[in-house]
């Protein structure tokens, strides 16, 4: 039995949080989700720094990326995964409110797998969720893990 990967959770909303959480679990998805608040600790949890050091190895299946973060915001963490040869085959699928163009060119042009605008009605945000966690969680075929960078202080 293949272990489930990790689905990685960059939201600074609680409100969000808990409806994604919501939804994933009505999608009956038994992947863990890791849920961090800002863009500085998902780039410390992706390398394994600070608090998330001694955390397991292996990157996320997918990482669902808001853009407007405290600390480092969501252009900054996406222009370091994809710059990084270590972390730059992870999808990611950014998660948003921002309708705004120049938004959507940016993260396309660093290498965004997805951009999804997320719905203000409830019920279509739990269904947009529930899309989004089935494919890149189960129907997707995630690139293979490269030997994950060594923690850094």
Not at 43 to 57: A, S, T
Not at 92 to 116: F, I, K, M, R, W
């Given at each position: 039995?293949?272990?489930?990967?990790?689905?990685?959770?960059?939201?600074?909303?609680?409100?969000?949080?808990?409806?994604?959480?919501?939804?994933?679990?009505?999608?009956?998805?038994?992947?863990?989700?890791?849920?961090?608040?800002?863009?500085?600790?998902?780039?410390?949890?992706?390398?394994?720094?600070?608090?998330?050091?001694?955390?397991?190895?292996?990157?996320?299946?997918?990482?669902?990326?808001?853009?407007?973060?405290?600390?480092?915001?969501?252009?900054?963490?996406?222009?370091?995964?994809?710059?990084?040869?270590?972390?730059?085959?992870?999808?990611?699928?950014?998660?948003?409110?921002?309708?705004?163009?120049p938004d959507l060119l940016h993260c396309y042009e660093l290498g965004t797998n997805a951009y999804v605008v997320k719905p203000i009605d409830f019920h279509e945000f739990v269904e947009v969720i529930k899309q989004v966690g089935l494919f890149w969680a189960v129907v997707n075929q995630p690139p293979?893990?490269?030997?994950?960078?060594?923690?850094?202080?």
């Amino acid at each position: 039995m293949t272990e489930l990967k990790r689905i990685l959770l960059v939201e600074d909303s609680a409100y969000d949080v808990e409806l994604i959480l919501t939804a994933l679990s009505e999608n009956a998805l038994a992947n863990e989700v890791v849920v961090v608040r800002d863009g500085e600790e998902a780039l410390d949890y992706l390398y394994r720094r600070g608090v998330f050091r001694l955390r397991l190895e292996g990157n996320p299946i997918v990482i669902l990326l808001d853009l407007k973060l405290p600390k480092i915001d969501g252009i900054e963490v996406l222009s370091a995964l994809k710059a990084d040869p270590m972390l730059r085959l992870i999808p990611v699928v950014v998660l948003t409110s921002s309708q705004e163009e120049p938004d959507l060119l940016h993260c396309y042009e660093l290498g965004t797998n997805a951009y999804v605008v997320k719905p203000i009605d409830f019920h279509e945000f739990v269904e947009v969720i529930k899309q989004v966690g089935l494919f890149w969680a189960v129907v997707n075929q995630p690139p293979p893990d490269l030997p994950a960078p060594m923690p850094s202080e």
